[in-house]
């Protein structure tokens, strides 16, 4: 542990969480080098609420150590607990006492925690130790929970669309005046295209671990390697500038295809055109609205189109903020909804990646490689597949929280509980994201090299997702049969022949029987 101990009344310990690395964080801007001290801690209760991808862990402890460097030499007093220090208590509550141990009449100022387990163990020993606190609203999300709840209020649905048209008008994003440019707010109805293997393929950005970092490698092999997941070769960027070369490159190389092929996958292929900055914005690294600026310059240079340029600001000025504002209003209980009552535990081959579904098996494969996968992978095959199936929500939650370096609650569970897994009953979609076989097929080359027939609906050899699909609506049909979005699904059912019903449903039991 590296500390220097000032001695200063209405002093402060700032404390700083692994996801909290960004110069602008409000604590830092309200405290003052001369007089207050950082903490930053490595904790295992951090570490281990899930058992996270290693290459996760390494990411935010070599993160967080670079930072630490950055301060002090911007002059900040910083009280750092490495992971295996001597006395480090191996909680961040428990951290903070210490500190305070040590520094007796400072008081605790701190960022708002992004999720709210954190959040409530501080507060709770605040109140205990009768220590002074100050949590500041964390301001670099777009929109305050005040306004989030001052939209949501009142309204029937909640939309992400007419949300994200606020987010444009109050950033000015894509704007002229009051109008959208283009003329138009969303240009989703470009996007979408299959890709083809014959395309030029940019890779993200990868950077040489340092000294700071390869120590952490060690560390985490060290005490981590049992976790899901491959630790090397590491290359994600540790340090703000890294992360703003990841951001040109990103511009640069991708963005132009981002778009179009948004929702495409192909074997062996494993970033296409996504940006892979999610991690980096989550831990602080990068700013939202810097990244969508940097992305506005691309389009009116007139390095990237529309469709593209669109796209990727609603994902983060819509989509990142909406699911935001549904956490906060949601919690605590969440992350227990379970709209259909699924209780099947997740399969193994989530861990081993063991299964012959060639779609399963290279998102599967490519979380446990990089820990990551991009959207339509995380909704479309491994979600899909465990809401079909009838998986336990609460522990496919669990599983996206672990294996995907860009994930924290507050972003990772309305997107797995309400837009996957739909166990909030549509609170944050109208429908579930439930699809057959023939969604893979068109928008992936997986099927081709599948021991499944994608083709066949029943029986041996027939695509799983085929009789899991309509064996899902058939089971849940209490609770979807008067949803106006899937009545032409169900009439599509009640025409079939009954011994063809039959044969749907026997074959997705055999497969559930199997699993
Ligand atoms: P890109 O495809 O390049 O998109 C650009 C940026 O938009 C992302 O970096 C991210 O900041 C933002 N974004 C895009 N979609 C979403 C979304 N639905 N919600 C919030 N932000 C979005 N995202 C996380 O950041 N953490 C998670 O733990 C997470 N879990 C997910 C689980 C499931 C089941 C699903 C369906 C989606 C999840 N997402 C999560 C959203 C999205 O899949 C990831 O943000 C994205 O794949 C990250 O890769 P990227 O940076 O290459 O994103
Ligand atoms: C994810 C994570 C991990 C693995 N380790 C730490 C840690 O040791 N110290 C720390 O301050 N933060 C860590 N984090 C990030 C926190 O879990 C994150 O700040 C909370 O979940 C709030 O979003
Ligand atoms: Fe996936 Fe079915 Fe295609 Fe195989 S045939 S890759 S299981 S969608």
């Known amino acids: 542990m590296t500390e220097d101990t000032p001695s200063s009344s209405d002093a402060n310990l700032i404390l700083v969480l692994g996801d909290q690395l960004s110069p602008d964080l409000p604590s830092l801007c309200a405290g003052d080098p001369d007089r207050d001290i950082v903490l930053m801690a490595e904790v295992a209760s951090e570490a281990s609420y899930v058992p996270h991808h290693p290459k996760k862990i390494a990411f935010l402890f070599a993160a967080m150590r670079h930072f630490a460097e950055e301060l002090r030499n911007e002059g900040w007093r910083v009280r750092y607990v490495e992971l295996e ?28 925690p992004g999720e709210y387990r954190l959040k409530t163990e501080l507060e709770e020993w605040a109140e205990r130790a009768g220590t002074p606190m100050r949590m500041l609203e964390d301001s670099r999300f777009i929109a305050s929970h005040a306004e989030f709840r001052d939209w949501a209020d ?39 295209k299959p890709a083809r293997d014959d395309l030029f393929m940019p890779r993200p950005l990868e950077h040489r671990p340092d000294e ?16 899901f997941g491959r630790l090397k070769p590491f290359w994600f960027a540790v340090t703000r500038a890294q992360a703003l070369d990841a951001l040109d490159h990103f ?27 999610a991690l980096y914005i989550n831990a602080g690294l990068l700013g939202p609205l810097e990244v969508c600026h940097r992305v506005e310059r691309a389009y ?21 903020e909406f699911v935001r504002g549904i956490y906060w209003m949601q919690m605590p209980g969440y992350t227990e909804q379970n709209f259909f009552g ?31 996968a991009h959207h339509i992978q995380r909704l479309m095959v491994t979600g899909n597949f465990a809401m079909l199936a009838g998986v336990d929500p609460h522990e496919v939650h669990e599983w996206y929280l672990a294996v995907y370096a860009d994930a924290y609650e507050w972003v990772e569970a309305p997107n797995v ?23 893979i097929n068109k928008m992936s080359d997986h099927c081709a090299g599948c021991a499944y027939d994608v083709k066949k609906k029943t029986g041996d050899g027939a695509c799983p997702f085929n009789p899991l699909y309509w064996d899902f609506l058939v089971r849940n049909r209490k609770k979807l049969g008067n949803n106006p979005r899937l009545a032409q699904v ?13 044969e749907y449903l026997d074959s997705a039991r055999a497969i559930l029987d199997r699993l």
């Open 212 to 227: 700071t970092t390869e120590a952490v490698l060690d560390l985490v092999e060290r005490r981590f390697g049992d976790n």
């Open 154 to 192: 009142g309204r029937k649905q909640l939309r992400m669309e007419y949300f994200y048209r606020e987010m444009r008008r109050k950033t000015g994003l894509l704007m002229h005046g009051d109008e959208p440019e283009g003329g138009r707010w969303n240009f989703d109805s470009e996007n979408r």
């Open 417 to 439: 509980i309400g837009m996957s897994q739909f166990a909030d009953g549509g609170l944050l979609g109208s429908k579930p994201y439930a699809a057959s076989g023939n969604y």
């Open 490 to 502: 169900y009439r599509t059912w009640d025409r079939m022949e009954s011994d063809r019903q039959s």
């Open 251 to 277: 511009a640069e190389e991708a963005l132009p295809c981002f778009g179009d092929y948004q929702d495409a996958m192909l074997e062996g292929e494993r970033f296409l055109y996504h940006s892979v900055l």
């Open 342 to 372: 699924a209780t099947r535990p997740l399969p193994d081959f989530y861990w081993s990646g063991e299964t012959d579904m060639a779609c399963m098996a290279a998102a599967i494969g490519q979380t446990r490689d990089e820990a990551y």
């Open 85 to 112: 220090d001597t006395g480090n208590s191996q909680s961040l509550s428990r951290e903070v006492e210490r500190a305070l141990e040590d520094l007796p009449g400072h008081a605790l100022l701190l960022t708002e």
């Open 300 to 320: 009116h240079e007139g390095s990237a189109p529309l469709n593209a340029v669109e796209g990727f600001i609603r994902q983060i000025i819509g989509w990142r």
